[in-house]
């Protein structure tokens, strides 16, 4: 299957991309020669156009001109009230990206149930990390209704938990806070096949 390209890069997304380092991209974009911006936890991102524009002008072939083609996204939903938990899970996905058979991921972001079971039913995700501890629900409910529901019965469910937490809630994978980007992959590896899932 051929890589779909990320509208949103990494500094190494884009180092694979481009078939530089991260070092590279870094100093790049604090020469100014790549336009980027900073999340809230201090990580650069850069938009396709942009990454676009710059590898143009400086005449650097660009990976996906080679695989152009839209294969299908991986559907990614963060039950989270922590706004970093949703950042180090993108940041993990953003790395996996250049591996052609696994495609390119497509992340949502919630902090409640609530907007959760909304984004559950129309965004149908194929991943769902769920946060174990989001105060003010009945959390081991939550699981169970994602495991029931037509919609995402065949979602891979990841639970994130305090280091060392006791856990009884029905999932496929807990990671523990600090969320590491090996944990992200081996709770999310190997990806489903696309072409066996619903659409």
């Not at 974009?29 to 156009?49: F, L, N, Q, S, V």
């Amino acid at each position: 299957m051929a890589k779909k390209v990320p509208d949103v890069f990494s500094t190494h997304s884009a180092a694979r991309f481009c078939r530089v380092t991260p070092m590279t991209i870094i100093r790049w974009i604090d020469e100014g020669r790549i336009k980027a911006y900073k999340t809230p936890g201090g990580h650069r991102r850069i938009m396709r156009a942009d990454l676009e524009d710059f590898c143009r002008r400086s005449s650097i072939p660009m990976e996906w001109e080679e695989h152009a083609s839209d294969d299908g996204t991986i559907r990614v939903l963060v039950i989270d009230d922590e706004a970093e938990a949703a950042e180090a899970i993108l940041d993990a996905l953003l790395d996996q990206v250049e591996d052609a058979e696994q495609g390119a991921w497509k992340v949502e972001r919630t902090d409640n149930a609530f907007d959760g079971g909304r984004l559950l039913a129309s965004f149908r995700p194929h991943v769902v990390f769920l946060d174990l501890g989001l105060p003010g629900v009945d959390i081991e409910r939550v699981a169970e209704s994602i495991r029931q529901d037509p919609a995402t019965q065949s979602s891979r469910l990841v639970g994130i938990a305090a280091d060392g937490a006791l856990q009884t809630v029905d999932v496929d994978a807990i990671i523990a806070r600090p969320i590491a980007a090996r944990e992200v992959k081996r709770a999310t590896g190997p990806l489903p096949d696309l072409s066996k899932l619903r659409r």
